[in-house]
């Protein structure tokens, strides 16, 4: 069992990786295992990881891949080229869950996670694979204005919307959700007090690291109770 499951990770690297990509393993069974796509920010897309950000500082994308992996995901990620084009990039994406699905891996067991620009990336993705089952995580990428210039995102699947009531770039994202046409199966949104801005998801923060978490190993219900979703 062991030898097979080290087989089925092979393959899926290779299926993934025709691009450079981190796939961050921690074991197990490759059919059962819960798998999560990290789509990072813009600011992570154009710098080094070690330049700081001048007003958010330290640009924490390793430490926020290690803590998903730390609570026992499969991880899928990689820092983008500087001029990815989202769309393009979504598509990139959408081949790639097809690769996991092909392997015999459940769209349930698949979650795509994305902060500002990766949280725009992974809308696009949820709009081109229109699948009920799999999972989203949008974190601080959702403004008004989208509706008329971005018409063409339309959610499907399970959806966590996370925005901080300080953020000026993510804010609630109930009127995409009403706009879309597709089947949601699931909708619940989180609304954070960090205090820290768009900032808040440069770093691997409690705060939407456990909802984040919670969602891609489908305890769907626990998100429900305000109670337990820990706030500042």
């Known amino acids: 069992m062991r030898r097979s499951t080290s087989i089925i990770k092979i393959m899926l690297t290779l299926l993934l990786c025709y691009q450079p990509l981190l796939v961050f393993c921690n074991g197990g069974n490759a059919r059962t295992d819960k798998y999560v796509f990290f789509l990072h920010s813009r600011f992570t897309q154009l710098f080094d990881l070690e330049t700081k950000h001048p007003e958010y500082g330290k640009n924490e994308y390793l430490e926020i891949v290690q803590a998903f992996k730390e609570n026992g995901l499969v991880v899928i990620s990689e820092k983008r080229p500087p001029h990815t084009e989202v769309k393009v990039y979504a598509r990139k994406v959408v081949s790639q869950i097809d690769s996991l699905l092909k392997l015999g891996v459940k769209p349930n067991d698949i979650t795509i996670i994305g902060t500002s620009m990766g949280g725009y990336i992974a809308q ?6 229109k699948n009920a089952d799999l999972n989203f995580v949008f974190i601080g990428c959702y403004q008004e204005s989208d509706l ?43 609304a954070l007090q ?39």
């Open 124 to 129: 696009y993705v949820s709009s081109f694979m």
């Open 148 to 190: 008329k210039t971005l018409p063409d995102i339309n959610w499907c699947g399970n959806i966590l919307s996370i925005y901080a009531i300080d953020d000026s770039l993510g804010v609630s994202a109930c009127n995409r959700m009403k706009q879309s046409k597709l089947k949601v199966s699931r909708f619940v949104e989180i």
């Open 194 to 232: 960090t205090k820290q801005k768009h900032g808040f998801l440069y770093h691997p923060l409690k705060e939407w690291i456990w909802p984040s978490v919670q969602w891609a190993k489908g305890n769907y219900a626990v998100l429900n109770r305000k109670d337990t979703v820990p706030v500042k």
